[in-house]
């Protein structure tokens, strides 16, 4: 059995957040997003990073089967700041160039803002033991790894993370367990060798 919700609330006042009901607001706007709880609470919790689709169908997909595991999971609306509640499909052509549309739009920096909050707010959650991973797709596969080294995730999983090579600085702040994915097979990410990265991160945490 799996209790599905699909908002929660945070309210960030200069840094203070606090758990209060279905909308997520912080001081330069309001976002939401999508909460699957499982049929026993309290437990661990999953924040769900998105591809550039939005929360669609996918992703509450995701949350759902974290559910049914035995997971508290949330997504949070990343792209609420260029349009709030997008949920688009990537097999629709026109909705997948909207999806490719906004991608540079994104700003990543507050992205990672909204993720810490979010991180922040779940696990204060009621039905939430305290302990809160990452797992993300694509744009959200960085956003993991960025998750890792900027907010106090407890872990984070990425898969076919874009753009991870370009920012192989912000692994020095990494002070808990990452496990990464490394496409060597997708037309949207470059193919590299693993080598690199590796070395990129042993340089910047000397």
């Known amino acids: ?10 309210t960030e006042i200069h840094h203070d957040v606090r758990q209060d009901g279905c909308r997520s607001q912080r001081r330069f706007g309001v976002f939401g997003g999508y909460l699957a709880l499982p049929a026993k609470t309290p437990a661990p919790a999953v924040v769900v ?8 169908a996918n992703v509450r997909a995701v949350c759902d089967r974290l559910a049914a595991n035995g997971f508290v999971a949330c997504a949070p609306d990343l792209f ?8 688009l499909s990537s097999e629709d052509p026109d909705e997948r160039a909207k999806g490719f549309a906004l991608f540079p739009k994104f700003d990543v920096a507050k992205g990672i803002e909204d993720i810490a909050a979010a991180v922040a707010a779940i696990r204060r959650h009621p039905a939430v033991t305290g302990k809160v991973g990452a797992v993300g797709y694509c744009l959200g596969g960085l956003l993991a790894y960025l998750t890792a080294a900027h907010t106090d995730a407890d872990a984070a999983v990425g898969y076919y993370g874009v753009g991870i090579q370009g920012k192989l ?3 020095g702040g990494i002070r808990k367990p990452l496990m990464l994915h490394i496409a060597q ?14 070395q ?3 340089y910047t945490r000397k």
């Open 80 to 87: 609420w700041r260029l349009e709030p509640g997008l949920s």
């Open 49 to 56: 990073l998105q591809e550039i689709f939005g929360v669609n």
């Open 200 to 202: 990129g991160w042993a």
């Open 1 to 10: 059995m799996i209790t599905v919700s699909k908002c929660y609330r945070i």
């Open 185 to 198: 097979g997708d037309e949207f990410v470059p193919r590299m060798p693993s080598g690199p990265l590796s």
């Open 169 to 171: 600085e912000a692994a």
